[in-house]
């Protein structure tokens, strides 16, 4: 084993590695003095080889601004026979300036393919997806951007943006930064719906049934949707909680069972049903990649974050499956696949929704009135009282390429629940 000088507690020494390694601790720290700016900037910190490379970080740039919306509507209503209400409105609304996450040093995919065009580079060294921090020896002259390198010079790395230039000096592990990303006010989406709804009251029956029809688009649906830096409306598409057709129906019911006979009209007064049906179709299916093919290398910073990547088409249908319950695939994988060597995928991240739903939550009460101002309510509740299997969520169908699972359902929302409750209202 190794000795205890060698090897000491992670806690009490962090920056020696697990195997034995001794690391070098920036601490304590040397603060920079007060005037130091970007064309005073501080010298006292040595980058190299105790920072480098700096990676995973998120970090605002500096010329973010303000989010802001823009909303409009326009809507007509007419009374129809009784109190019944029909309501017919455009919504409308536009935000720009959101917050959307790209990486700030992505690898430039052209100089990736062209290092490893044969010849170029030393024998047994070629780049290719995650070799974006990769250190590469020019076997020739070599010339790119307009920037001509000599035979035998060491290229740092493909990453465009933070780092300087391809050949730090000064650096003898690799470039300054790996993967880091701004989270820029950058992004916009846009909200468009049809609304129609009916209300109407009655001495014994209330109910509101409403109809919408919608489509939200965005470049990210949040901050884990990564951005193509070089183009940031590569990935417009649906909002990932984009519903193209939502139905819901509410409704309150005094049963009228004190009708039906006067002798026990005290136990058969005061019942009501009231529920919330709802059908609606799915919400889109994210599909992604969990490879480097674009040769960017923006990999996740973070839990919630994904690749950038998308896959390709294939020209294949997608022979979308209208009953996920017989357990077949709800749509053709066959129709994608890895995006090709140098490119972020053809395939919008969005553009298809997953299994709708049909949904209805009831309760039936009694009321027990005490006195004038007291009264003691009994309650039955179920949700999906009719037991129908809802796979409906975002992530209800699996849209990784890489996963074996890809193309099937995954998710399922909760089967019938029954629940007993009472209330006491003073």
């Known amino acids: 084993g190794l000795s205890d000088t060698v090897y000491n507690g992670l806690f009490a020494t962090p920056y020696d590695l697990a195997d034995g390694t001794l690391g070098t601790t920036p601490y304590p720290l040397t603060f920079p003095p007060l005037n130091a700016r970007a064309s005073h900037p501080n010298t006292s910190v040595v980058f190299n080889n105790i920072y480098n490379p700096q990676s995973g970080m998120t970090a605002p740039p500096p010329w973010n601004t303000y989010p802001y919306t823009e909303n409009y509507f326009l809507s007509f209503e007419r009374q ?3 109190r019944a209400v029909l309501s017919i409105s455009y919504v409308g609304s536009e935000v720009h300036h959101l917050l959307a996450v790209y990486s700030a040093d992505p690898g430039n ?3 990736c393919l062209a290092l490893d065009q044969q010849g170029v ?5 070629s780049c290719g997806p995650g070799d974006e921090n990769s250190t590469f020896n020019l076997a020739h002259q070599f010339t790119f951007g307009g920037v001509t390198y000599p035979a035998g010079t060491v290229l740092q790395g493909t990453r465009l943006g933070l780092n300087p ?3 730090n000096n000064n650096v003898q592990s690799g470039n300054y930064y790996g993967n880091d990303d701004y989270d820029a006010s950058i992004a916009n989406s ?3 719906a049809l609304q129609v709804s009916v209300k109407n009251s009655t001495k014994r029956l209330t109910y509101s049934v409403g109809y919408t029809y919608s489509k939200s688009i965005d470049q990210a649906s949040s901050l884990a949707d990564i951005l193509d830096p070089f183009n940031f409306n590569a990935t417009r598409g649906l909002s990932a909680w984009n519903l193209t057709s939502d139905f819901v129906a509410t409704y309150d019911y005094r049963l009228p069972l004190e009708l039906l006979t006067h002798h026990a009209r005290h136990l058969l ?3 009501e049903i009231s529920g919330i049906t709802r059908a609606s179709t799915g919400f889109p299916v994210t599909l992604s990649t969990n490879g480097d093919n674009s040769l960017q290398g923006s990999s996740p910073n973070g839990v919630n974050n994904g690749y950038l990547d998308l896959p390709d088409f294939t020209g294949e249908p997608l022979d979308i499956n209208s009953n996920p319950r017989h357990g ?3 749509f053709n994988p066959g129709a994608f696949t890895d995006n090709a060597l140098g490119t972020v995928g ?12 049909f949904d209805t939550d009831a309760v039936l009460l009694r009321n027990f009135q005490i006195g004038e101002a007291k009264l003691v309510q009994f309650r039955v509740e179920a949700f999906n009282v009719f037991n129908h299997t809802q796979f409906f969520g975002p992530v209800a169908v699996n849209g990784d390429v890489d996963n074996p699972l890809f193309g099937h359902v995954v998710n399922a929302a909760a089967p019938r629940l029954l629940q007993l409750a009472a209330k006491f209202i003073f």
């Open 121 to 125: 580079l030393t024998a047994g060294e």
């Open 346 to 357: 053809d395939a919008p991240r969005r553009y298809f929704s997953g299994p709708g739903m």
């Open 269 to 271: 007064e005061g019942w």
């Open 109 to 111: 995919p052209a100089l």
């Open 328 to 330: 077949l695939l709800y």
């Open 190 to 192: 846009n909200y468009n």
């Open 165 to 167: 230039s391809l050949v």
């Open 80 to 82: 129809l026979l009784g």
